[in-house]
């Protein structure tokens, strides 16, 4: 949907090593956010970016990071990944703020 | 804050009837958005309907639509004549109409509620 590639689609990684998820959009959109899923919450917003080199943290923000340096490609990065971060994780990008979100099909990270 | 509630974690209908999902949602805003958004087993999540709080008016998408409560806060979604690929999880969201500060676009999510269509 809208062209939105995440990368990888499935990862495993122990505790304590980086992880990078990759968003990666062809339409242009100016809007990008990180959501994480998990059951008994729905999803929650984790970061996003209102354009290059902005970004601004969500609801469950605490050890994540993100990147922005292209209009296409929003990074998430775990510096020390923890087992509370085995989760699914989403991205989806936004043309304008009245515009709906498009979401990617989802990256579902383990963390043993 | 805004919080979004879905209290059935499972619902069930059988094949041309219909259902109906719960959402209540707690905000102090007048301006807002709600949404359902469907997540089939291929994990894609698909936007479903979507009501602005201004309109009065009840949002219809062919077999979806919803009852929209502005003073009760609450949103549910009816599926008539439900079909067999309407089987997923469904989940309703809450967004801010506030385009200033840092509320951007970004999406209060329930909990989610899991529809089993039978045959």
């Known amino acids: 949907d809208a062209g939105i590639t995440q990368s990888p689609r499935h990862k495993v990684t122990e505790t304590g090593t980086p992880v990078t998820l990759r968003c990666h959009q062809t339409?242009?959109?100016?809007?990008m956010y990180w959501y994480r899923q998990d059951p008994g919450h729905g999803l929650r917003l984790i970061h996003y970016?209102?354009?290059?080199?902005?970004?601004d943290k969500g609801e469950v923000s605490d050890g994540y990071s993100v990147s922005r340096s292209k209009t296409e490609d929003f990074l998430l990065t775990l510096e020390s990944a923890t087992s509370s971060q085995t989760s699914v994780y989403f991205c989806?990008?936004?043309?304008?703020?009245?515009?709906?979100?498009?979401f990617g099909n989802g990256t579902r990270l383990t963390v043993t | 804050a805004q919080t979004v509630t879905q209290s059935q974690p499972e619902m069930s209908v059988q094949e041309a009837e219909t259902v109906t999902l719960s959402c209540t949602y707690d905000?102090?805003?007048?301006?807002?958005?709600l949404f359902w958004y469907k997540q089939p087993p291929s994990r894609q999540m698909i936007l479903v309907i979507r009501?602005?709080?201004?309109?009065?008016q009840n949002a219809t998408e062919n077999r979806f639509s919803v009852n929209f409560q502005k003073a009760a806060k609450s949103f549910s979604l009816k599926i008539s004549d439900s079909q067999l690929g309407d089987a997923a999880m469904y989940f309703c969201?809450?967004?801010?109409?506030?385009?200033?500060?840092?509320?951007?676009?970004?999406?209060?999510f329930g909990q989610g509620t899991i529809l089993t269509v039978h045959p």
């Open positions: 989806a990008t936004q043309e304008g703020y009245n515009s709906p979100l498009h």
């Open positions: 339409e242009n959109h100016r809007y």
């Open positions: 970016s209102y354009g290059v080199k902005d970004t």
């Open positions: 905000t102090s805003e007048s301006d807002y958005y």
């Open positions: 009501q602005e709080a201004y309109k009065q």
């Open positions: 969201a809450y967004r801010s109409g506030n385009a200033g500060g840092t509320s951007y676009g970004k999406l209060t």
